[in-house]
Antibody, heavy 115, light 112 residues
Framework: EVQLVQSGGGLVQPGGSLRLSCAASGFTFSTYWMTWVRQAPGKGLEWVACIKEDGSEKYYVDSVKGRFTISRDNAKNSLYLQMNSLRAEDTAVYYC????????WGQGTLVTVSS | DIVMTQTPLSSPVTLGQPASISCRSSQSLEYSDGNTYLSWLQQRPGQPPRLLIYKISTRFSGVPDRFSGNGTGTDFTLRISRVEAEDVGLYYCMQATQFPYTFGQGTKLEIK
């Protein structure tokens, strides 16, 4: 059974940093692109970032470029999202997901940016 | 960026009746490999999204056959042949042809 278990959300002040983690199981992690998607409270879905199987290619939505970094550790079957210089508008539930076409989703973790 | 536009944004439907949602992209979603990476997702209240359909018309594992997708180029449709109570929620189209990937605004399916 495919599982994506997320951790690392919480409350952070504007300008602060946070690292999200996603532990994958039930599939060969190293053979899949992985994706982060977010959903602001009461809003729709927004694609955030994607990383290739071996980490050699990374893509970001413009609003997070230079502030967020997607990474992975295939030995640990884990995906990460390092978020720096956080803004109020980054407040959202963040989902990790498998693949470029997003076949499986994690449970989501809430990130709240507020003073 | 490719803009995805869904209609309607809200769809009240009678149980047992069909429903359809349209999604239009601002440019063709056909990729250089010949595939069209258009997906449909369902999000029930309080839950993560769930993949229903990918590459326009392929149902994902475990998805009931009352869900179907079709379309080509820039115009796509999700159809539910007979709406059930468990189908209530938000439906999104998503393109994974060109970075940044983008979603439609979402269509709220509710029971009349």
């Amino acid at each position: 059974e495919v599982q994506l278990v997320q951790s690392g959300g919480g409350l952070v002040q504007p300008g602060g940093s946070l690292r999200l983690s996603c532990a994958a199981s039930g599939f060969t992690f190293s053979t899949y692109w992985m994706t982060w998607v977010r959903q602001a409270p009461g809003k729709g879905l927004e694609w955030v970032a994607c990383i290739k199987e071996d980490g050699s290619e990374k893509y970001y939505v413009d609003s997070v470029k230079g502030r967020f970094t997607i990474s992975r550790d295939n030995a640990k079957n884990s995906l990460y999202l390092q978020m720096n210089s956080l803004r109020a508008e980054d407040t959202a539930v963040y989902y990790c997901a498998r693949g470029r076409t997003i076949t499986y989703w994690g449970q989501g973790t809430l990130v709240t940016v507020s003073s | 960026d490719i803009v995805m536009t869904q209609t309607p944004l809200s769809s009240p439907v009678t149980l047992g009746q069909p429903a359809s949602i349209s999604c239009r992209s601002s440019q063709s979603l056909e990729y250089s490999d010949g595939n069209t990476y258009l997906s449909w997702l369902q999000q029930r209240p309080g839950q993560p999204p769930r993949l229903l359909i990918y590459k326009i018309s392929t149902r994902f594992s475990g998805v009931p056959d009352r869900f179907s997708g079709n379309g080509t180029g820039t115009d796509f449709t999700l159809r539910i042949s007979r709406v059930e109570a468990e189908d209530v929620g938000l439906y999104y189209c998503m393109q994974a042809t060109q970075f940044p990937y983008t979603f439609g605004q979402g269509t709220k399916l509710e029971i009349k």
